[in-house]
């Protein structure tokens, strides 16, 4: 789905700000530092993260792609 063109008129238009890395917004302390899999990293959840939360669908990771990201995969058994 695109944005409405009178939406996207207004977001490209809006001030642009430097933004934050995702190490910054999500940092360690916020995942689990003991796992019961111990390919559970901080930094894939943050990739992970990193691939769902873009705002063109259609560059996005699908759900069957994110089911196979190291983060997800240790827990999905088709």
Same mark, same amino acid.
């Given at each position: 789905?695109?944005? $409405? ?6 977001? +490209?238009?809006? %001030?642009?700000?430097?933004? @934050?890395? @995702?190490?910054?917004? @999500? #940092?360690?302390?916020?995942? #689990? !530092? +003991?796992? +019961?899999?111990?390919? &559970?990293? !901080?930094?894939? !959840?943050? /990739? ?7 705002? /063109? !669908? ?5 759900? +069957?792609?994110? &089911?196979?990201? #190291?983060?997800? $995969?240790?827990?999905?058994? %088709?």
């Amino acid at each position: 789905m695109k944005l $409405n063109q009178s939406v996207r008129t207004y977001v +490209e238009n809006r %001030p642009r700000y430097t933004g @934050f890395s @995702f190490e910054k917004l @999500f #940092p360690d302390v916020l995942f #689990p !530092a +003991e796992s +019961e899999h111990n390919k &559970l990293k !901080a930094s894939q !959840a943050r /990739d992970l993260l990193s691939k769902m939360l873009v705002i /063109d !669908a259609s560059k996005r990771i699908s759900v +069957e792609e994110a &089911l196979q990201h #190291p983060y997800i $995969n240790v827990w999905y058994d %088709p």
